[in-house]
C-alpha cells in the first residue's frame, strides 16, 4: 500500500480509496466500475460505451443540464471513458464543491434515468462514423479482432453500426443491473480531502448499489502470425503489428514497460530514431503496451506513403529482432529506466493521476506499491529480462498485422521485408 493512501470497503461492497493532498485547492474525484466491452455478449456489442454516454442524459435527482451546469459552475469537466475492462467517470473540482459533485456522481452510477436513449445512441453513430474515418484509429481495432477472433477481448470498445443501432432501453437497464453492482465499483479521491469525510459521502451519494454475482470472464485465446488488409482511399497506409502480451499482475510488466520505451517510447528510441529522423519515412511511429486481467497486447503502429511502406516496416523488424537477440545500444537500457523512473514521479505531481491510479489499480485487483517500490522494480530490471521478454512476445510467426491504406499490393511486399525474431539470444 502507497503511503498516504486509505481504502475503506462499504457495505454494500463499494470500496472508497483516498490519497490526502492538503497542499492543492483541487479533489480529483472519481468513481470506476469493472465492466468494459469484454463483458458484453456480441449481439449487444457496444453496450458499456452506451451506458457510459447515457449517464449524463440525467439520473432520478439530476437532468441533464443540472448535471452540464452543475459542473460547468465548478469550473471543471466531468469526464467518462470506457474501456475492455472498466468505465469510468471523473473530475476535479475544488473542495467546496465536492458534495454536490458526488452526489451527481453518485447518481449517475447507482440511478441513471435511461433518458433519450433513441438521441444518445444517435451520438454513438456518430462517433463510430467519426472512428470509421479515422484510419490510424481504425487499424488497431482491425489489429484486436486478428488477435482475438470471435472474443469479445478483440471487438471494437464502442461496438459497431449494427449492434449499436438495435440497442434499446431494455437492453441498457439489463446491462446497468447486472454489471452496476457495489462490489464492483471503486470511487478514489486525491486532494485536501479527509478519507472519513469522503467515506461518509459516498455512503450517501452511491446508495441503492447492492452486492451482485460476480461474472467471470472466459480466458482470452490469441491467435499468431494472422494478417488483414482494408483497402481505402488514402494517401498513407496505416499499419499495426500486434502480439499477446501480459496480464496487469505480471512481474514482468516492468521489464516490458522498459522494452516498449526502448523500441518506440520516446524521441531516443529506436523505432523514431531510425525510422523518422535517420530515414524520413514517417510522420508517427510508435510502440506501445496494453494490460488485460490475465493477458496482454504489445506492438507498434505507424503511417506512411506506399513507396516507403517496405523499408519502414524492414526496418521495425530489424530493431524487433536485434532487441530479441540482446544486441543493445550503449546506456539504452539504463536510459529508459531513468525515463520511466522520472515520468513516474513528475506524474504523481497531479492529483488527478493519483485518483486515477487509485480507482484503476483497485477495480482491476492489482497491488497499490508506493513510488519507491516502483522505482526499486524498475531499477531491478536487467538487459537480459529485456532481451528474454524480446524474444518471447516477438517470437517468429507470433505477429498479427493490419493493414488499412490503397495498395494491398504494397502491403504484401511490406509483410515480406517485415523480419520477426526467431529465437533467442545469439
Given at each position: 500500500?502507497?503511503?498516504?493512501?486509505?481504502?475503506?470497503?462499504?457495505?454494500?461492497?463499494?470500496?472508497?480509496?483516498?490519497?490526502?493532498?492538503?497542499?492543492?485547492?483541487?479533489?480529483?474525484?472519481?468513481?470506476?466500475?469493472?465492466?468494459?466491452?469484454?463483458?458484453?455478449?456480441?449481439?449487444?456489442?457496444?453496450?458499456?460505451?452506451?451506458?457510459?454516454?447515457?449517464?449524463?442524459?440525467?439520473?432520478?435527482?439530476?437532468?441533464?443540464?443540472?448535471?452540464?451546469?452543475?459542473?460547468?459552475?465548478?469550473?471543471?469537466?466531468?469526464?467518462?471513458?470506457?474501456?475492455?475492462?472498466?468505465?469510468?467517470?471523473?473530475?476535479?473540482?475544488?473542495?467546496?464543491?465536492?458534495?454536490?459533485?458526488?452526489?451527481?456522481?453518485?447518481?449517475?452510477?447507482?440511478?441513471?434515468?435511461?433518458?433519450?436513449?433513441?438521441?444518445?445512441?444517435?451520438?454513438?453513430?456518430?462517433?463510430?462514423?467519426?472512428?470509421?474515418?479515422?484510419?490510424?484509429?481504425?487499424?488497431h481495432d482491425v489489429l484486436?479482432?486478428?488477435?482475438?477472433?470471435?472474443?469479445?477481448?478483440?471487438?471494437p470498445i464502442a461496438g459497431?453500426?449494427?449492434?449499436?443501432?438495435?440497442?434499446?432501453?431494455?437492453?441498457?437497464?439489463?446491462?446497468?443491473?447486472?454489471?452496476?453492482?457495489?462490489?464492483?465499483?471503486?470511487?478514489?479521491?486525491?486532494?485536501?480531502?479527509?478519507?472519513?469525510?469522503?467515506?461518509?459521502?459516498?455512503?450517501?451519494?452511491?446508495?441503492?448499489?447492492?452486492?451482485?454475482?460476480?461474472?467471470?470472464?472466459?480466458?482470452?485465446?490469441?491467435?499468431?502470425?494472422?494478417?488483414?488488409?482494408?483497402?481505402?482511399?488514402?494517401?498513407?497506409?496505416?499499419?499495426?503489428?500486434?502480439?499477446?502480451?501480459?496480464?496487469?499482475?505480471?512481474?514482468?510488466?516492468?521489464?516490458?514497460?522498459?522494452?516498449?520505451?526502448?523500441?518506440?517510447?520516446?524521441?531516443?528510441?529506436?523505432?523514431?530514431?531510425?525510422?523518422?529522423?535517420?530515414?524520413?519515412?514517417?510522420?508517427?511511429?510508435?510502440?506501445?503496451?496494453?494490460?488485460?486481467?490475465?493477458?496482454?497486447?504489445?506492438?507498434?503502429?505507424?503511417?506512411?506513403?506506399?513507396?516507403?511502406?517496405?523499408?519502414?516496416?524492414?526496418?521495425?523488424?530489424?530493431?524487433?529482432?536485434?532487441?530479441?537477440?540482446?544486441?543493445?545500444?550503449?546506456?539504452?537500457?539504463?536510459?529508459?529506466?531513468?525515463?520511466?523512473?522520472?515520468?513516474?514521479?513528475?506524474?504523481?505531481?497531479?492529483?488527478?493521476?493519483?485518483?486515477?491510479?487509485?480507482?484503476?489499480?483497485?477495480?482491476?485487483?492489482?497491488?497499490?506499491?508506493?513510488?519507491?517500490?516502483?522505482?526499486?522494480?524498475?531499477?531491478?530490471?536487467?538487459?537480459?529480462?529485456?532481451?528474454?521478454?524480446?524474444?518471447?512476445?516477438?517470437?517468429?510467426?507470433?505477429?498479427?498485422?493490419?493493414?488499412?491504406?490503397?495498395?494491398?499490393?504494397?502491403?504484401?511486399?511490406?509483410?515480406?521485408?517485415?523480419?520477426?525474431?526467431?529465437?533467442?539470444?545469439?
Amino acid at each position: 500500500m502507497r503511503p498516504g493512501v486509505e481504502v475503506t470497503e462499504l457495505a454494500s461492497g463499494l470500496r472508497v480509496a483516498s490519497e490526502l493532498r492538503p497542499d492543492v485547492h483541487g479533489v480529483a474525484l472519481g468513481a470506476w466500475v469493472r465492466v468494459g466491452s469484454r463483458d458484453e455478449a456480441a449481439p449487444v456489442a457496444g453496450v458499456s460505451h452506451l451506458l457510459e454516454h447515457l449517464l449524463f442524459r440525467g439520473t432520478e435527482r439530476h437532468d441533464a443540464m443540472a448535471i452540464a451546469e452543475a459542473f460547468d459552475r465548478f469550473g471543471s469537466d466531468l469526464q467518462a471513458a470506457t474501456s475492455r475492462e472498466e468505465t469510468d467517470l471523473h473530475a476535479r473540482v475544488l473542495s467546496e464543491h465536492v458534495p454536490l459533485a458526488l452526489d451527481i456522481m453518485g447518481s449517475m452510477v447507482a440511478r441513471p434515468g435511461f433518458h433519450d436513449v433513441e438521441a444518445e445512441r444517435e451520438v454513438v453513430l456518430e462517433e463510430l462514423a467519426l472512428y470509421d474515418d479515422t484510419p490510424d484509429d481504425l487499424v488497431h481495432d482491425v489489429l484486436g479482432e486478428l488477435l482475438f477472433p470471435a472474443q469479445a477481448i478483440g471487438r471494437p470498445i464502442a461496438g459497431r453500426a449494427d449492434t449499436v443501432g438495435a440497442l434499446d432501453e431494455e437492453a441498457l437497464r439489463a446491462h446497468h443491473a447486472r454489471h452496476y453492482a457495489g462490489d464492483q465499483v471503486v470511487v478514489a479521491a486525491a486532494g485536501p480531502l479527509e478519507h472519513e469525510r469522503l467515506v461518509a459521502l459516498v455512503e450517501a451519494a452511491f446508495d441503492g448499489l447492492a452486492p451482485a454475482p460476480t461474472h467471470a470472464r472466459p480466458a482470452a485465446v490469441a491467435a499468431a502470425g494472422r494478417r488483414a488488409f482494408v483497402g481505402r482511399d488514402l494517401e498513407q497506409t496505416h499499419i499495426a503489428v500486434g502480439g499477446c502480451g501480459i496480464g496487469r499482475t505480471d512481474d514482468r510488466r516492468f521489464a516490458l514497460a522498459v522494452l516498449d520505451q526502448i523500441l518506440g517510447g520516446g524521441a531516443s528510441s529506436r523505432l523514431w530514431q531510425e525510422i523518422r529522423e535517420q530515414r524520413g519515412l514517417v510522420y508517427s511511429v510508435y510502440s506501445y503496451v496494453t494490460y488485460f486481467q490475465e493477458t496482454g497486447q504489445v506492438g507498434l503502429a505507424l503511417g506512411t506513403r506506399s513507396e516507403n511502406l517496405a523499408e519502414a516496416l524492414g526496418v521495425a523488424g530489424t530493431e524487433i529482432h536485434d532487441l530479441a537477440q540482446g544486441r543493445f545500444r550503449d546506456g539504452e537500457v539504463q536510459r529508459a529506466k531513468d525515463n520511466l523512473k522520472a515520468r513516474l514521479l513528475l506524474t504523481m505531481d497531479s492529483t488527478v493521476a493519483r485518483m486515477s491510479r487509485l480507482g484503476r489499480h483497485l477495480v482491476s485487483d492489482v497491488p497499490l506499491m508506493s513510488d519507491t517500490e516502483v522505482a526499486r522494480r524498475i531499477d531491478g530490471v536487467t538487459e537480459a529480462d529485456v532481451r528474454d521478454l524480446a524474444a518471447e512476445l516477438f517470437a517468429s510467426g507470433a505477429l498479427c498485422v493490419a493493414g488499412i491504406g490503397p495498395d494491398e499490393a504494397a502491403f504484401d511486399a511490406a509483410l515480406g521485408a517485415f523480419r520477426e525474431p526467431v529465437g533467442g539470444a545469439a
